[in-house]
Structure formats: structure tokens, C-alpha cells
């Protein structure tokens, strides 16, 4: 089971923003569990407070905007990168403009600055949603395709495609996302020369130049107009001849530009509002379609109550047959769990019952159109939760549990001969005074079939 985290101290970094040109300060502080990003305008009457969810994504032209009312923070997803990929579920962000400066166009100095206060484990459980199938979001005019898969963990691959001949097919792989801060954070953001002015018309990129951005000269103009847009970003212009990047620093990959564009999509995937584990492949990615991936996966988050546990049946389980038999009383026709699966103490159970045509109960419920009773599935749960309350305690097998309270049941779905029952119980409220207060879910395969809370008291055995 993994913990949130929050910042251990609060950390401010100070510069200038991509697009107004601003001074900004910028203090990361420490949140309280299950706040997640947060912007704070301090600069503003009344200090409002902007949730970092797709959700408010109101503009996404050369960065991603979030919006609340009329308060607007720009250019978040180098800071919402760093956040997310170095383990920080909670963190409230205290700003005096509407945008995030830009420091050196990357992730890098706020990763550094992560690193350097520290994270710290909170009191509470992080949720990562696993992605169960496969989503997708397309654009056929301009090619762009990105899509979701489910896996065993998070990993990010990334195409680009430009049609120039000094940026035109690249790709970028992040498989772990320990490796982000060696392998992604550095990637600067770019330009082309050709969309300078563009962006100067559209009242963008006023505190862009070679100190936070990668420019890139591939299409030949005069030396005269090379000039002008170069005096646009404080720059020397190079020879209008030479085709090329144009930066003070060397790349830090030759496909450095492959590798910002998957530090983008970390950025505004970071905004779905828990971890996910799945796999991303994205082809000639942006920030609108990156959101609009997001909202895909958020909008599936929130239409799920609860994801069903991961089964494995070809790993051993944590208690078979017999080691529940050693602790808990119950025996055929009463025995409704065949093994667990997984437990953590003081949290939560996962148990397993295949249901078969053999069932006794089937011979009564019905005989024509067999389905399991659902007060036996409630059983199956109370038996699991008996066997998590019993692994709180020395010498479980001295105690027994028993019902006291069953609340907002509901049954769902059938279950019948041949289905695998996957059963999640967990603590509502810690073990006191040998009373817990449990929810409880019973899955086949990911949907619901059967739900319930209910209270249990351990007792002593005589």
C-alpha cells in the first residue's frame, strides 16, 4: 500500500513568466492529505485558490491554463510534471501572477528544488487508478493520437513529426517514472523561428529567450527579418544561411525536443487527480489533446466507485484453504473464502471464492436458474472481514468475530456457477474496543456484483 506525500518544507523559486513577461515568486507549500495541486493568486483580493484538475483546463495555446471564475494560471505543466513524477500527491502553490514562472524552459529546477526540501509520507492512502481497457482520443485532421493501455505501471512513449528539415521524426520512452528526473526533467521547451511572430501577435511568449526556450531556424528568410525577430527575444541572430537549433546550451539529447513534449504530456496527465497506472503512447502530442486524454480518464475515475483489486491466480496466495481453516471456525457448508489474496494490516483484505456449479445452495436458489444468494455473499465478506480484524490481534485463532450492524447494502449483478467472486473489505474507522466498522465490495472480474457496510465485534473465545 503506498502513502501520499506532501513537501517537507516549502520551497519559493523566483522568475520571469513565458508569456506576460512578469516577475513572479513562486512558494510550493506543504497540503494537507487528499488536497492534491492547488494554486493560490496571493496577489489577488481575497487569496483565491484555482484546483489543478483537467476539469478547469480553460486554454491550452502554447501551455495549459487552468481557470476558476475569472482567475487563470498559465503555463502549470512543467511544475505539475516535477510534482507528479517525484512522488508528491499534495502541494498548494502560493503565486503573485497569473502564470508559473518559466525558469530555464524544463522541469529541471523544479525538481531540484523538490529534492531538495524533501517529501514526506502522510496519513493516508494514495489511490492510482488502473486503467482496465483501452482509451483513445484522435484527430485525423492533424494526425494527433494518443492512447492509454492498461499495464503493470506507468510509462510514457512519445512520437513527433514536423515537417522540417531540421526537427522532423523524433520519439522519447520514459518506462520508469523514477527515471524522469535523469532522463526527461532537463528537456527544454522549443520554438521555430516561423511561429515568433505569430505568438508575439497572439500577446504570447513576452518573457521568451534563449534562457528558457530551444529555438529552432528551419525555413530560410532574410538576414534582415532574422534580425528583427531575434531583437524580439533579446538574441543575436545567427547567419540567415545556416539551418539549425538556437540556444546557449548544447541539447541535453539530440532528441530533446521528443523528450519535452513527454514531459507536457506527464504535465497534463498529473491533472486526471490520482496516479495512473497505464501505459501512454502519444503521437505528435499537444496540450489540447493531452487534456482532452486527461478528461477521458478523469471523467472514467469518477464514473468508477472502486476499482476491483488485481487477481493473479498463478501467484501463491497469502492464505490458502487451510491457513484460513487454522484461524477462522467456520467450515462446508459455511466457508465461503478459498484463499486471500492480499492483506494489509489495519486497512484492508482482498479474498477469493470460486463460486461452482456444485454449491449446495445451489440445489434450493433456484434449481432451473442457479444464483448465488446474496446474503451468502455478504457472508463471504463479513468472513474476510473477520479474517483482517483476526490479523490485528496475537493469537487470532483464540478469537472469533461476529455481526453486530449491516447498512446500505445492494446487489448489483448475479452471480452464478463459474463466476470468481473478488472480495475488498477494508477498516471505515480503526480497530477500538474490538468493535470495526467495515465497507465491503464483492467484483466479478472489474464490475460491482454485491456492496455493503457493517459493523463486527472480536470476541474471546472461552
Known amino acids: 500500500m503506498q502513502k501520499q506525500q506532501t513537501l517537507a518544507a516549502p520551497f519559493t523559486l523566483e522568475g520571469k513568466g513565458l508569456h506576460t513577461g512578469l516577475n ?3 512558494t510550493f507549500c506543504p497540503s494537507e492529505p487528499n488536497t492534491g495541486y492547488r494554486f493560490q493568486r496571493i496577489d489577488l483580493e481575497g487569496e483565491p485558490i484555482v484546483e489543478a484538475v483537467a476539469d478547469n483546463v480553460a486554454a491550452t495555446n502554447r501551455g495549459t491554463v487552468v481557470k476558476k471564475g475569472d482567475i487563470t494560471i498559465s503555463t502549470i505543466e512543467h511544475a505539475m510534471a516535477a510534482l507528479y513524477c517525484l512522488g508528491v500527491d499534495n502541494c498548494l502553490i502560493k503565486l503573485n501572477a497569473p502564470e508559473i514562472p518559466i525558469l530555464d524552459g524544463s522541469a529541471l529546477p523544479w525538481v531540484k528544488a523538490i ?3 524533501g517529501v514526506v509520507e502522510q496519513n493516508a492512502k494514495r489511490e492510482i487508478f488502473r486503467i482496465m481497457k483501452k482509451y483513445e482520443v484522435v484527430d485525423e485532421a492533424s494526425g494527433v493520437k494518443l ?13 513527433v513529426d514536423y515537417p522540417s528539415p531540421v526537427l522532423n521524426n523524433q520519439f522519447a520512452v520514459l518506462n520508469d517514472i523514477n527515471d524522469f528526473a535523469e532522463q526527461v526533467a532537463a528537456a527544454r521547451t522549443f520554438v521555430f523561428v516561423r ?20 529555438v529552432i531556424y528551419d525555413k530560410k528568410v532574410s538576414q534582415e527579418e532574422l534580425n528583427t525577430l531575434a531583437a524580439t527575444i533579446g538574441s543575436q541572430a545567427p547567419s540567415a544561411e545556416n539551418l539549425g537549433y538556437v540556444q546557449k546550451r548544447p541539447l541535453q539529447w539530440d532528441n530533446e525536443p521528443a523528450r519535452h ?3 507536457d504530456i506527464i504535465g497534463d496527465l498529473a491533472l486526471v487527480g490520482k496516479y495512473i497506472q497505464g ?5 505528435r502530442p499537444g496540450h489540447g489533446m493531452n487534456n482532452k486524454l486527461a478528461r477521458v480518464v478523469r471523467k472514467e475515475m469518477k464514473r468508477t466507485e472502486v476499482q476491483a483489486p488485481v487477481y493473479d491466480p498463478n501467484k501463491e496466495p497469502i492464505m490458502d484453504n487451510v491457513g484460513i481453516k487454522k484461524i477462522m471456525p467456520h467450515r462446508y457448508p459455511m466457508q465461503l473464502v478459498d484463499k486471500i489474496v492480499q492483506i494489509e494490516e489495519n486497512d484492508f483484505v482482498v479474498g477469493i471464492k470460486n463460486v461452482t456449479a456444485n454449491e449446495p445452495f445451489f440445489v434450493g436458489h433456484f434449481p432451473e436458474e442457479p444464483v448465488m444468494p446474496g446474503v451468502l455473499q455478504i457472508e463471504a465478506m463479513a468472513q474476510c472481514s473477520g479474517i483482517l480484524v483476526l490479523s490485528c490481534v496475537d ?7 461476529y455481526f453486530m450492524k449491516i447498512d446500505n447494502v445492494k446487489f448489483r449483478q448475479k452471480v452464478v456457477p463459474g463466476d470468481t467472486l473478488i472480495f475488498h473489505v477494508s477498516f471505515m474507522t480503526p480497530l477500538r474496543r474490538g468493535i470495526a466498522q467495515m465497507k465491503g465490495y464483492a467484483f466479478v472480474g472489474d464490475k460491482i456484483v454485491s456492496e455493503c457496510e457493517f459493523m463486527a465485534q472480536i470476541i474471546k473465545n472461552k
Open 24 to 26: 513572479i515568486t513562486a
Open 115 to 117: 529534492q531538495n526540501v
Open 147 to 159: 492512447e492509454i493501455f492498461p499495464d503493470d505501471h506507468f510509462s510514457v512513449t512519445t512520437f
Open 195 to 214: 511561429e515568433i511572430q505569430p505568438l508575439l501577435a497572439a500577446n504570447l511568449i513576452k518573457g521568451g529567450d534563449l534562457d528558457n526556450a530551444v
Open 261 to 263: 513534449k513527454l514531459l
Open 279 to 283: 501505459r501512454v503512447i502519444a503521437t
Open 395 to 401: 493469537e487470532p485463532e483464540r478469537y472469533s468475530t
